[in-house]
């Protein structure tokens, strides 16, 4: 239901280790933050989009679309980088070329390191992200809550959805006094039935044993030794042009 | 000429967002008055070609035309005006707090007065026989009271066209029955009624004309006798035989009955024996 | 799967933020904050998540069928934070629910709530990111339910008609949220002439006052969504 | 002695939190190994009968006897582990994104080891074909695949009973003949089931006996030929009478049929006609 979700779901590069995925966009991730050049990033990204589209059949066009949500933020973050601003004897604002490069130096660092995070959640379906919060010793209570949150997520958004197509239906959002008055409906309706929604689901759970933790059967993913050399060697080598 | 057809759908085909093909170049012809039902299996097309006919979906490929008129796409988008889909699962239908403010909702949209609107929400809950429950908040109410304001909702905005999606499911059959006397006003006041099933049972005994879906086609359509005589695309639609029906041809062949005209429900069939 | 496709087909035309389109996404983006500061952000937000860890645990304890309804509370969060507001001015924001959730839950629960809420942002919407998650965490999940609670409080002590209190709540909650992004951004990239306080004035000017028209629609929208939910 | 009953529900009276009274002095005998049927309109206490027999509510008045032994709070609160419960919306029961993690839940609790539980899942998923569906996320499956892994979920704790909540409700035809199968076969292993419905066309050709509630009480129960006859105190449980019963009860009238016994399904009806 969820775009990028979705297309997790449908990525061959499901398969591999999700652990040997985060490992490998993290470590990413922290090299393009420390780069103070442009080289390393711009190896990152290109790197990153090559697996991401060959490996894990993202289409070039969804990856596009998933590209420029974050544009309108980069736009807005970098421009104060840009521009300087002069306060004494009245507002000037002034471009140079010093905060001009350092904004795009900025941009490619902020691209470098949101790729190596798509690469990640593109490939890496909800459900063994929060397998790996196990791993990770994240404690039982939040896991527990992350796991029945993101089900609760899809019920909440199919409800939400079912609601705004029958507010459609007659006549909903069709000027924006009325969205605003459509929209109000719609959550307090959303929020006024979750109280039985949480009886349900409580009973639910209650009638095939639950008792406070939810214990449910590991999905197993071998680590490929193979993965593991590449990202040795991809780390080694951004070190490498991390250095010079 | 030809009968007047009120709503007419002309080569729609329309695609999902994934690229599953949901309508496949689909013709269908809405004679007024009458009582359509649209039988098919879940996931054969029917509820997208109800919002087709609604105007909350835009057809991708195709026209829309009301009372003989081709709409622009700017005119489909206020087909609402016109159809009002009642949907099969009233839990997520109804979205406000109290009965009557739930059912007000279509007919400020149309941008009626203060004062039509009360008298069009006085009037549908009368019909639904809901009127009792106009200051209890939605969520208290039982699954039948809450289908019964779900009809109220469309009833209110008074449109030539109402469609049912799946109006029978999880209705007990004293609530059923009680639908049914509804649906029967509403036919007598001229309305445009439109069902969407697979209870073939039900809809033998009701309909005037039917429309049988598969994957985002029309197998087949026509008129009772002309439809349910075509038992073996109905098996082809997963669909049963009436058992009416079935009844009737076994004594046909056996020669027990001589009536001419296969009975239409319960009643003619036991006349017949 | 055909009738979720439906529903998905319709959000295109939507009120839902699901299709990658450019919307006012306004928390930091991955990589945009330099490594140490990245860390500086998680060490201040973990304070405040291991107090609300305990708080909640505490309450669970005492009442382990809350866990269901906690649940789906933060699933609500997020949900309202992926549905676009309408606006006036046509562009699409989205409600942070800050507000209403500092006011309906309180502020200790809102921290850990957000916080889960915004991993779910980065993962299912790429809103967001990994590394400036403590940063977020702490203009979303600390300060603005904070204000927004702070502030209702207050006001509730002056007779202040309640839509007026709930208003002004949710509108600063919203807003305080996009003051500590600025303030943390002005942080990192100081102007090399005006420092700090220049560069504070610049994010302000981008972050902060673009967010005022939609800070008073989430705040009215608060305000219709309490009023009905408190009648019930 | 008596017959074997494996469950056994004594004077349970049970009141809503806000009052309403749920149960009034429910008295239930579920006889091993049958396929029993419990009709009502809604609301007339099916559900919160089922929930006494798995123990998910605690009579707050009566008695809960499993094999003949009167179970203590303490024991009824592990009835789970003998009787599983598929419930009406697979929507309110599916808590977890994966279907394989989702049917593993069960027979954990049950302290089965990871090898054990494994098995268990891997054979309920075969009994209800979803075995392909197993790496899907659950909001990506249509309706009748989430009633199908609604039913591995309790299939895979291997229970004694089974008890379905409406099951037919909003399944297809094609998707109820599926389901029908799977309760055959569990039949055959011996397993209890127990079915809530409003369906009396379904319920009287499934059923080997059959309790009729209204309002909290059992209005009637019996094996199909004591219930059925009884036609007025179906009327008012408002239910219909089978059609089948209805025509065998007509020609009978008429002296037009000669056969001892009400038949139980269309193709005995055939056979007498």
């Given at each position: 239901m969820y775009f990028v979700d979705h297309l997790a779901y449908c990525s061959p590069l499901r398969?591999?280790?999700?652990?040997?995925?985060?490992?490998?966009?993290?470590?990413?991730?922290?090299?393009?933050?420390?780069?103070?050049?442009?080289?390393?990033?711009?190896?990152?990204?290109?790197?990153?989009?090559?697996?991401?589209?060959?490996?894990?059949?993202?289409?070039?066009?969804?990856?596009?679309?998933?590209?420029?949500?974050?544009?309108?933020?980069?736009?807005?973050?970098?421009?104060?980088?840009?521009?300087?601003?002069?306060?004494?004897?009245?507002?000037?604002?002034?471009?140079?070329?010093?905060?001009?490069?350092?904004?795009?130096?900025?941009?490619?660092?902020?691209?470098?390191?949101?790729i190596c995070l798509?690469?990640?959640?593109?490939?890496?379906?909800?459900?063994?992200?929060?397998?790996?919060?196990?791993?990770?010793?994240?404690?039982?209570?939040?896991?527990?809550?992350?796991?029945?949150?993101?089900?609760?997520?899809?019920?909440?958004?199919?409800?939400?959805?079912?609601?705004?197509?029958?507010?459609?239906?007659?006549?909903?959002?069709?000027?924006?006094?009325?969205?605003?008055?459509?929209?109000?409906?719609?959550?307090?309706?959303?929020?006024l039935g979750l109280y039985q929604r949480s009886e349900e689901s409580q009973r639910g759970l209650v009638a095939r044993g639950y008792n406070g933790e939810i214990d449910l059967l590991p999905l197993e993913y071998d680590p490929s030794p193979k993965v593991w050399l590449f990202i040795i060697t991809t780390q080694a080598a951004l070190l490498f042009l991390l250095m010079i | 000429m030809e009968q007047q057809w009120i709503l007419h759908l002309k080569n729609i085909s329309y695609n999902y967002p994934d690229g599953t093909l949901a309508l496949d170049n689909l013709h269908v012809k809405i004679p007024k008055g009458q009582r359509i039902v649209f039988l098919g299996p879940n996931g054969s097309g029917k509820s997208t070609t109800f919002l087709h006919m609604n105007g909350v979906l835009k057809p991708q490929k195709g026209e829309v035309y009301y009372e003989g008129q081709k709409?622009?796409?700017?005119?489909?988008?206020?087909?609402?005006?016109?159809?009002?889909?009642?949907?099969?699962?009233?839990?997520?239908?109804?979205?406000?707090?109290?009965?009557?403010?739930?059912?007000?909702?279509?007919?400020?949209?149309?941008?009626?007065?203060?004062?039509?609107?009360?008298?069009?929400?006085?009037?549908?809950?009368?019909?639904?026989?809901?009127s009792k429950?106009?200051?209890?908040?939605?969520?208290?109410?039982?699954?039948?009271e809450k289908k019964r304001v779900s009809i109220a909702d469309i009833l209110a905005m008074d449109t030539e066209i109402i469609l049912l999606d799946e109006p029978t499911i999880s209705l007990d059959p004293k609530h059923a029955t009680e639908l049914m006397e509804i649906l029967e006003e509403l036919h007598k006041k001229g309305k445009t009624l439109i069902i969407s099933t697979h209870d073939v049972n039900f809809a033998y005994s009701w309909g005037d004309y039917f429309y049988i879906m598969k994957e985002g086609k029309v197998l087949l359509e026509g008129s009772y006798q002309e439809v349910f005589k075509q038992q073996t695309l109905l098996k082809e639609a997963n669909l049963e035989v009436p058992w009416i029906l079935e009844i009737y041809y076994d004594l046909l062949e056996k020669g027990k009955i001589k009536a001419p005209y296969p009975p239409r429900n319960k009643q003619e069939l036991l006349k017949y024996l | 799967m055909k009738k979720k496709s439906i529903l998905y087909a319709?959000?295109?035309?939507?009120?839902?933020?699901?299709?990658?389109?450019?919307?006012?996404?306004?928390?930091?983006?991955?990589?945009?904050?330099?490594?140490?500061?990245?860390?500086?952000?998680?060490?201040?937000?973990?304070?405040?998540?291991?107090?609300?860890?305990?708080?909640?645990?505490?309450?669970?304890?005492?009442?382990?069928?809350?866990?269901?309804?906690?649940?789906?509370?933060?699933?609500?969060?997020?949900?309202?934070?992926?549905?676009?507001?309408?606006?006036?001015?046509?562009?699409?924001?989205?409600?942070?629910?800050?507000?209403?959730?500092?006011?309906?839950?309180?502020?200790?629960?809102?921290?850990?709530?957000?916080?889960?809420?915004?991993?779910?942002?980065?993962?299912?919407?790429?809103?967001?990111?990994?590394?400036?998650?403590?940063?977020?965490?702490?203009?979303?999940?600390?300060?603005?339910?904070?204000?927004?609670?702070?502030?209702?409080?207050?006001?509730?002590?002056?007779?202040?008609?309640?839509?007026?209190?709930v208003l002004i709540a949710a509108t600063l909650g919203n807003f305080?949220?996009?003051?500590?992004?600025?303030?943390?951004?002005?942080?990192?990239?100081?102007?090399?002439?005006?420092?700090?306080?220049?560069?504070?004035?610049?994010?302000?000017?981008?972050?902060?006052?673009?967010?005022?028209?939609?800070?008073?629609?989430?705040g009215l929208l608060t305000v219709a969504i309490l009023n009905v939910i408190w009648k019930y």
């Open positions: 398969k591999m280790n999700p652990n040997q995925k985060l490992i490998f966009s993290i470590a990413n991730m922290v090299m393009v933050l420390l780069a103070t050049g442009y080289i390393l990033p711009v190896a990152v990204i290109l790197l990153m989009t090559l697996i991401t589209i060959t490996k894990g059949k993202i289409s070039v066009k969804n990856f596009g679309k998933i590209l420029l949500l974050p544009a309108l933020f980069l736009i807005m973050g970098i421009i104060p980088v840009m521009v300087g601003l002069e306060m004494e004897a009245g507002l000037k604002i002034y471009l140079t070329w010093e905060g001009f490069y350092q904004g795009i130096f900025l941009a490619v660092r902020a691209l470098a390191a949101i798509y690469f990640f959640i593109l490939t890496t379906p909800m459900v063994d992200t929060l397998q790996l919060l196990k791993k990770y010793r994240c404690p039982a209570l939040i896991r527990e809550l992350m796991f029945l949150i993101y089900r609760f997520i899809m019920i909440l958004t199919e409800i939400t959805m079912k609601i705004f197509l029958a507010q459609r239906c007659r006549g909903g959002y069709n000027t924006i006094r009325n969205s605003r008055q459509s929209l109000s409906h719609l959550v307090s309706s959303l929020f | 709409l622009s796409h700017k005119e489909s988008k206020d087909l609402w005006r016109k159809v009002g889909i009642i949907f099969q699962d009233a839990d997520t239908q109804l979205f406000s707090t109290s009965v009557y403010q739930e059912i007000s909702f279509g007919p400020k949209n149309l941008g009626l007065s203060n004062e039509e609107v009360k008298k069009k929400v006085v009037e549908a809950m009368e019909a639904t026989d809901v429950l106009q200051h209890k908040p939605v969520h208290f109410l039982s699954g039948g | 319709l959000t295109l035309a939507g009120i839902f933020a699901l299709t990658p389109i450019p919307v006012f996404a306004m928390h930091i983006m991955e990589g945009f904050l330099p490594v140490k500061w990245a860390i500086f952000w998680w060490l201040v937000s973990i304070p405040f998540l291991v107090v609300s860890y305990r708080r909640i645990k505490g309450i669970l304890d005492e009442n382990p069928n809350g866990k269901m309804m906690l649940a789906l509370c933060g699933a609500f969060i997020f949900v309202l934070s992926a549905l676009k507001l309408p606006s006036v001015t046509g562009s699409s924001s989205h409600p942070t629910g800050v507000g209403l959730g500092a006011i309906l839950f309180g502020p200790y629960a809102m921290v850990l709530l957000s916080f889960i809420v915004l991993v779910f942002q980065t993962l299912l919407l790429a809103h967001g990111g990994i590394t400036t998650l403590g940063a977020n965490t702490f203009s979303m999940g600390i300060v603005g339910p904070i204000v927004a609670y702070g502030s209702y409080k207050l006001l509730q002590k002056t007779k202040a008609p309640a839509w007026f209190t305080s949220t996009y003051v500590v992004t600025s303030l943390q951004l002005a942080v990192v990239y100081p102007d090399p002439v005006g420092g700090f306080q220049a560069a504070l004035m610049k994010f302000m000017g981008i972050f902060a006052l673009t967010q005022i028209p939609l800070a008073v629609t989430e």
